[in-house]
């Protein structure tokens, strides 16, 4: 049945052919594992129950000829929307995850949760439905849902009791709120992410445990001066406070180091989310100008356009620099910085907006080798997960993208796709091609 979700007619017994229980050998690759540096090497992969395993493959398995080709493991969208299903809209919920599997994400750890994500998630894992697998938010916490301290308590241990796997921030809460929130979290042990709630302050929500802080919330925030802070009209992300911002290799040298610190202290990584900064700053009729636009549907496209503008070419390159400066900072002092781009979200279209994430890292200041490591083994090894996924060796997940082009020489080549492994569901280029040319031409 799930197949009937993402791809036409004509290549469903294809795809139904390709059972995850059967051995798959895959040979003449050059695989860059992630786990000893920026090197290829000529390994064969040998795929077994969805994971990497030693030894030979058995008698009859299949074999994947992969000569000329770049292999690299699977890439984790670590700020994603997986759609609620409200009327209308379950096939769009299924357009997502084949967009996500199709561009190599593989993991995707869901940032608005639905109690329907808990048994999705459930259903990924069991390969009912194709798509990443995932790690799921509950419903967020935020000024108009979290209101009173006791109640958001109570909520707290509900979420944790639910199984969900964290709680979300968004904007508003009081402090006691906030407060209540993360003495609650803290005691059941659930750990929160997400935004910085303005009222208490980034020191101080790393300090009550917050253990990521997504879009780089309240980073620009504490390179001013405090008067700066009081009536100002607060634009996207500390935008507004750019210009009392000095050269963060200068005068604010020790705003930045206290930063770094007090991110290292709490052990909190950051999601930068910096291509969701690159759309609002652009130019609109550039964005609609992207391939992926084929992708969006109609009322998407609209809400998107109404989001973008405001930004003159200079406040734009000052702030995303700005930006760009404080990841790079950021990654060289050890913080841990996790790849995720907010998708779907204004123009990110799924999956094809991670590799404009890897691009905006690169851009920052990264090494190809270490962006792909930012959403691979950097966020595994985050989670304390690093013997489940984010790498290519046995034992692993076999989640892994097939490259026709090396992505270490240029970045841009992880669009160069040719075929992606889902926990070892092997989803070829045709495959791929016949269920985006379905999405197409619904969205058209």
Known sequence: MWIRRFFVIAVVACVAAVSIAADLAVENALVLTMRDGPEYRRMPLLV???????GNPAAGARRLDLSGRYVIPGLAEMHAHVPTPRSGNAQYRDDVLFLWAANGVTRARGMLGHPSHLALREALARHEVLGPALFTSGPSFSG???RDAERTAARVREQHAAGYDFLKIHPGMSAPTFHALAEAANAVGIRFAGHVTESVGLFACLR???HTIDHMDGFIETLVPAERLANRRPSW?????????????DAEEDRVAALLAALKTAGAAVVPTETLLENVTGKL??????????YLPANLRTGYARSVGGFDANAA?????LRKRLIAAAYRAGVPVLLGSDSPQIFNVPGFSIHRELAAMVAAGLTPFEAIGTGSVDPARFYGQEAIWGAIAPGL?????????????????????????VRGRYLNRAELDA???DIRTRYQ
Not at 317 to 321: D, I, T
Not at 409 to 416: E, S, W, Y
């Open 317 to 321: 390159a000052a702030f995303l620099g």
């Open 285 to 294: 009729a550039d964005l609609q100008a992207r391939p992926e636009y084929a």
């Open 435 to 437: 269920g985006l040319a």
């Open 208 to 210: 009550a445990g917050q």
């Open 48 to 54: 077994r129950d969805g994971k990497f395993v030693e």
């Open 237 to 249: 992300f500390g935008a507004d406070l750019v210009p009392y911002v000095q050269d963060v290799q």
């Open 397 to 421: 997940d076999a989640d892994f993208i097939v490259l026709a082009a090396d992505p270490l020489a240029d970045i841009a080549n992880t669009r160069r796709i040719e075929g992606v492994m």
């Open 144 to 146: 108009g849902s979290a």
